[in-house]
């Protein structure tokens, strides 16, 4: 009888171990549950002409109908969002609603869903450079470095990859990317008797100069030889602010704080100034933003500017009178004494992050979005039916890329969400988009960076319109900056 209870016993005690063993293996993540290197390596699943599922995805999301995230603006006007949440749907039976917010409040929509903790909205959409770090640093955004191996970051554009690093882990992937070209007017510079295309930012000034005086003189007083933005809605000075000191070899941060107090951001500081105050740029360009300026070289008021490539889409439809006026090249390094790894532009994307306060099947779901999204499937849309660039750079080496995107389908989407039907046709300036992916670069700016570029705008304009001098008007600057970061 003893005997038979001990066997009892040990009967018992073998299903506690398995039931415990089977509760431990129930309490793993379900987004843990997700092989990113099964079928395939992650690499070969992210090149290949159509997104490969990795395996334990249906196990991890299951239960998941919908993701909601918000878009920045109507879909109307991001055809391959669309067309990517198709794609997703298609691949994966789970829909994908877009929450479509004013592009200025989609970074505080998303700040509200985080701060309630509310679980309803999977994925956020915000700008990079001055949003991106106060989400990851407060613990708002989830951590996805298992998408982000160092096999996978030597697919992308280092400079992009370094700035969805943070605090040395990864919170997001891209939505959409542009890099900065630089763009001219060839009769201008003919002209101007300009007799090369700049190749320094040396060479810009004295090219911009010399188109200034010639249109002043020839077409009017308010044709420029280089227009830029600079208003601080949208902190578009940063751009060209940091492109300057990255074709310095400088850089705008360290160890993750700012770095302005530098002779290459003073030498930026100083060139933008200048360029105002010597006749050779429009002093509207302390107010004008992201799209107002590259509106002023399409229509044909400026020789030069550095823009998004994007434009190379859009100038000839937008300003058709203009039709074989303009050219773009990668952008200048700083003087001829830097290496051409110094033809660096900024790089303009927006970020999708999840929100950490949503349930794991949602984040496993919302990491199996981010993963297609940067795939070759999802970019190839974003190249060839958007206009935008390819964040993943091996888009621009598939010689037969144009034929791989199915057209019924853009044109399908492009109806039901009121949008233009896309053309069928190659990428425009494909090897200078490619070679400013290669050296594009751009940082994550610390929380607090958007009162920084704030006192950075209000610097730039006392300078130009008060006189102030370049160097003492940033010495200011800086010193109301080190009270506000330190």
Same mark, same amino acid.
């Given at each position: 009888?003893?005997?038979?209870?001990?066997? @009892?016993?040990?009967?018992?005690?073998?299903?506690?171990? /398995?039931?415990g063993?089977? #509760?431990?293996?129930?309490?793993?993540?379900?987004?843990e549950?997700?092989?990113?290197?099964? &079928?395939?390596?992650?690499t070969?699943?992210?090149?290949?002409?159509q997104y490969?599922?990795?395996?334990?995805w249906?196990e991890?999301?299951?239960g998941?109908?919908?993701? /909601?995230?918000?878009?920045?603006?109507?879909?109307?006007?991001?055809?391959?969002?669309a067309?990517?949440?198709?794609?997703?749907?298609?691949?994966?039976?789970?829909?994908?609603?877009?929450?479509?917010?004013?592009?200025?409040?989609?970074?505080? +929509?998303?700040?509200?869903?985080?701060?309630?903790?509310?679980?309803?909205?999977?994925?956020?959409?915000?700008?990079?450079?001055v949003?991106?770090?106060?989400?990851?640093?407060?613990?708002?955004?989830?951590?996805?470095?298992?998408?982000?191996?160092?096999?996978?970051?030597?697919?992308?554009?280092?400079?992009?990859?370094?700035?969805? !690093?943070?605090?040395?882990?990864?919170?997001? #992937?891209?939505?959409?990317?542009?890099?900065?070209?630089?763009?001219?007017?060839?009769?201008?510079?003919?002209?101007?008797?300009?007799?090369?295309?700049p *190749?320094?930012? *040396?060479?810009?000034?004295?090219?911009?100069?010399?188109c200034?005086?010639?249109? +002043?003189?020839?077409?009017?007083?308010?044709?420029?030889?280089?227009?830029?933005?600079?208003?601080?809605?949208?902190?578009?000075h940063?751009?060209?602010?940091?492109?300057?000191?990255?074709?310095?070899?400088?850089r705008?941060?360290? *160890?993750?704080?700012?770095?302005?107090?530098?002779?290459e951001?003073?030498?930026?500081? #100083?060139?933008?100034?200048n360029?105002?105050?010597?006749?050779?740029?429009?002093?509207?360009?302390?107010?004008?933003?992201?799209?107002?300026?590259?509106?002023?070289?399409?229509?044909g008021?400026?020789?030069? %500017?550095?823009?998004y490539?994007?434009?190379?889409?859009?100038?000839?439809t937008?300003?058709?009178?203009?039709?074989?006026?303009?050219a773009?090249?990668?952008?200048?390094?700083?003087?001829?004494?830097?290496?051409?790894?110094h033809?660096?532009?900024? @790089?303009?994307?927006?970020?999708?992050?999840?929100n950490?306060?949503?349930?794991?099947?949602?984040?496993?779901?919302?990491?199996?979005?981010?993963d297609?999204?940067?795939?070759?499937?999802?970019?190839?849309?974003?190249?060839?039916?958007?206009?935008?660039?390819?964040?993943?750079?091996?888009?621009?080496?598939?010689?037969? @890329?144009?034929d +791989?995107?199915?057209?019924?389908?853009?044109?399908?989407?492009?109806?039901?969400?009121g949008?233009?039907?896309p053309?069928?046709?190659g990428?425009t300036? &494909?090897?200078?988009r490619?070679?400013s992916? +290669?050296?594009? !670069? %751009?940082?994550?700016?610390?929380?607090?960076?958007?009162?920084?570029?704030? @006192?950075?705008?209000?610097?730039?304009g006392?300078?130009?319109?008060?006189?102030m001098?370049?160097? *003492?008007?940033?010495?200011?600057?800086?010193?109301?900056?080190?009270q506000?970061?330190?």
């Amino acid at each position: 009888m003893k005997s038979k209870s001990v066997v @009892i016993l040990c009967v018992f005690l073998a299903a506690l171990l /398995v039931v415990g063993i089977t #509760s431990a293996a129930q309490g793993e993540k379900a987004y843990e549950l997700i092989d990113w290197n099964k &079928p395939l390596p992650m690499t070969e699943r992210l090149l290949a002409d159509q997104y490969v599922l990795p395996e334990g995805w249906q196990e991890a999301t299951k239960g998941v109908k919908e993701l /909601v995230f918000f878009n920045s603006g109507a879909l109307t006007h991001d055809i391959a969002t669309a067309i990517g949440m198709e794609l997703f749907e298609q691949k994966t039976g789970i829909h994908v609603k877009a929450l479509e917010v004013g592009s200025a409040y989609t970074f505080p +929509k998303f700040l509200s869903v985080v701060t309630s903790k509310d679980p309803s909205v999977h994925i956020g959409f915000i700008r990079a450079e001055v949003e991106y770090a106060h989400v990851a640093s407060a613990g708002w955004a989830h951590p996805i470095d298992e998408l982000w191996t160092p096999e996978v970051q030597a697919l992308y554009s280092p400079g992009l990859v370094d700035c969805i !690093r943070w605090d040395d882990h990864f919170y997001g #992937s891209v939505n959409i990317v542009q890099w900065y070209v630089f763009y001219y007017r060839p009769s201008w510079l003919e002209a101007a008797g300009v007799k090369k295309v700049p *190749e320094t930012w *040396e060479e810009v000034w004295e090219a911009a100069k010399k188109c200034r005086e010639w249109a +002043k003189e020839n077409l009017g007083p308010d044709y420029y030889g280089l227009t830029f933005g600079a208003t601080k809605a949208g902190h578009i000075h940063i751009a060209m602010l940091s492109a300057l000191t990255y074709s310095q070899g400088g850089r705008t941060l360290k *160890e993750g704080k700012f770095n302005l107090d530098t002779p290459e951001f003073r030498e930026s500081w #100083s060139y933008l100034v200048n360029s105002i105050k010597e006749d050779i740029a429009d002093v509207a360009c302390l107010g004008y933003s992201w799209s107002d300026y590259q509106k002023v070289f399409g229509m044909g008021k400026a020789a030069m %500017m550095l823009g998004y490539s994007v434009y190379a889409v859009k100038f000839p439809t937008d300003f058709p009178e203009m039709a074989g006026d303009w050219a773009a090249v990668a952008p200048p390094k700083w003087d001829a004494t830097h290496p051409d790894s110094h033809r660096i532009g900024y @790089i303009n994307y927006d970020e999708y992050v999840i929100n950490n306060f949503a349930d794991d099947r949602h984040k496993a779901a919302a990491m199996l979005f981010l993963d297609f999204y940067r795939s070759k499937e999802a970019c190839m849309y974003e190249l060839l039916v958007e206009g935008n660039d390819s964040f993943l750079p091996a888009v621009y080496d598939d010689p037969n @890329i144009v034929d +791989k995107v199915d057209w019924d389908l853009a044109k399908a989407v492009a109806e039901r969400i009121g949008a233009s039907e896309p053309v069928k046709a190659g990428t425009t300036i &494909p090897e200078v988009r490619a070679a400013s992916a +290669k050296t594009a !670069r %751009m940082e994550a700016l610390p929380p607090g960076a958007a009162y920084v570029s704030d @006192i950075l705008s209000e610097y730039l304009g006392k300078s130009v319109i008060e006189g102030m001098d370049a160097d *003492e008007a940033l010495s200011e600057a800086l010193s109301k900056i080190v009270q506000y970061t330190h």
